[in-house]
């Protein structure tokens, strides 16, 4: 009778730790939102580093004398 009760405990255990695997339109929603994700982080990055390029070449040309004066 122990048997039977740990045998069915054993199966109720495994019948809850599975799960459906989501469905192809909820993978690609998923994906989707990763992607988008990435590439807003992407983007953010390369503004950032065309402010900080265009912040120093315009403290660079501040520095250099004009063509005409050396």
């Keep these: 009778m122990q048997v039977v009760r740990i045998s069915a405990v054993v199966v109720?255990?495994?019948?809850?730790?599975c799960q459906e695997e989501p469905d192809f339109d909820t993978r690609y929603e998923e994906a989707e939102a990763h992607i988008r994700k990435q590439a807003?982080?992407?983007d953010a990055e390369?503004?950032?580093n065309r402010k900080l390029r265009s912040e120093t070449d315009a403290a660079a040309a501040q520095d250099?004398?004009?063509a005409g004066e050396q």
């Design 12 to 17: 109720l255990l495994l019948l809850a730790g």
């Design 64 to 66: 250099e004398p004009p």
């Design 46 to 48: 390369l503004a950032a």
């Design 40 to 42: 807003r982080e992407i």
